[in-house]
């Protein structure tokens, strides 16, 4: 059993801050990848950020410059530092992450439940 909890969404003006944690839990061999996905009302889920376990990294075009993903991998957490943020930016933020639960190469994956970012003034 493999869970993903996320936190740090909220309330927040234009041009504020919030920083996203996700963090994993359970039977983990080795986390292959992590991501930070939205969704907002009426529109499909897209990505926002990605990160590897070797610590590359890919963004969406309009988080660039604005948006940071890291991760901890003895914590076995994502974080998605946001700054400047933006009306757009209002969404349910997902955390996903591709496990092997085992030395087996077989990968899952997984996702978590979402945590609301609002950005209104």
């Known amino acids: 059993q493999v869970q993903l909890v996320e936190s740090g969404g909220g309330l927040v003006q234009p041009g504020g801050s919030l920083r996203l944690s996700c963090a994993a839990s359970g039977t983990i061999f080795s986390i292959n990848y992590m991501g930070w996905y939205r969704q907002a009302p009426g529109r499909e889920r897209e990505l926002v950020a990605g990160i590897t376990n070797e610590g590359s990294t890919d963004y969406a075009d309009d988080v660039k410059g604005r948006f940071t993903i890291s991760r901890d991998n003895i914590q076995r957490t994502t974080y998605l530092q946001m700054n400047s943020l933006k009306p757009e930016d209002t969404a349910v933020y997902y955390c996903?992450?591709?496990?092997?639960?085992?030395?087996?190469?077989?990968?899952?994956?997984?996702w978590g439940q979402g945590t609301q970012v609002t950005v209104s003034s």
């Open positions: 996903k992450a591709i496990i092997r639960r085992t030395a087996a190469p077989n990968q899952f994956q997984y």
